[in-house]
């Protein structure tokens, strides 16, 4: 009989008896070996991550909660500051109206120049490369001092929003709002100030100041600065902003420009 020819290497695979595909799980790797220690590192790292994201998770509320807390802790400390303040100063009202010198209706005065209030004559137009106002008040009442006035600036706004309702508070770099008293750091000036206003027409200006002591006097230099840049000249506004802010305090002051903006000229109040 004739021989059997030889199979090629691709049939004798083909013809090799079938032996199934086993899933073979890798040996765990033995005790006190790197192999063993990098899994144990790797699989301790996956339980903490996700410990931390399932607390995360679950503490979110916690933290608002905590952030609120303290929120209203602030609140409720200003409004004690403020309650004290207008104890302190005796800041009586007749209705909306201040006594004294400041006898304009608090919250409830035209603010805007564009509709038509009075004190809109001081326009500035680009002096700061934007329109700006740059003033100085000084209070020559013997009895006032740098406080009264950062205090009486302080109250207007976070009372009711000064004179027109329109002031807002900002922070300041000392981690408070309105005014920040620099008196524990020797500075030439006793304290130091920033809030905004909002016109009607949406409009938000930068009103910044600093108060010092003058002598027997008290002097305060205040800036307002459009916000919305392009804005050349601000039929009054910024003037208006700052005179209208000053006007809440309870004392006489006389008032002179600093430079060429907001059209210059010296006035007084009392």
Request: proline residues 5%; charged residues 20%.
């Amino acid at each position: 009989r004739p021989a059997t020819p030889a199979l090629s290497p691709e049939l004798s695979a083909m013809s090799a008896p079938h032996t199934p595909l086993l899933h073979t799980a890798t040996p765990f790797p033995p005790k006190n070996t790197p192999v063993r220690r990098r899994f144990a590192d790797a699989l301790l790292g996956a339980f903490v991550g996700v410990a931390i994201f399932a607390f995360a998770g679950r503490g979110g509320g916690q933290a608002s909660s905590t952030s609120e807390a303290m929120l209203a802790t602030q609140r409720m400390t200003e409004a004690e500051a403020l309650a004290t303040t207008r104890s302190s100063l005796d800041l009586s009202y007749s209705g909306d109206t201040y006594d004294g010198a400041g006898d304009a209706k608090h919250g409830e005065r035209c603010g805007t120049c564009g509709d038509g209030c009075d004190g809109c004559d001081k326009q500035d137009c680009g002096f700061c490369g934007n329109a700006c106002c740059r003033l100085r008040f000084t209070f020559s009442n013997a009895s006032i001092t740098t406080s009264d006035v950062a205090a009486q600036l302080k109250h207007a706004v976070l009372d009711r929003g000064g004179p027109d309702g329109r002031y807002s508070p900002e922070m300041l770099a000392e981690d408070t709002r309105v005014v920040a008293d620099l008196r524990p750091y020797n500075k030439s000036v006793d304290f130091i100030g920033r809030v905004t206003h909002n016109t009607t027409g949406g409009y938000v200006d930068d009103i910044s100041f600093t108060i010092s002591p003058a002598g027997d006097a008290v002097t305060a230099v205040a800036f307002a600065s459009s916000g919305i840049g392009g804005a050349y000249c601000d039929s009054g506004q910024n003037y208006k902003e700052l005179v209208m802010l000053f006007e809440a305090i309870q004392a006489g002051w006389t008032m002179e420009h600093l430079d060429g903006s907001c059209g210059g000229g010296d006035t007084g109040f009392s």
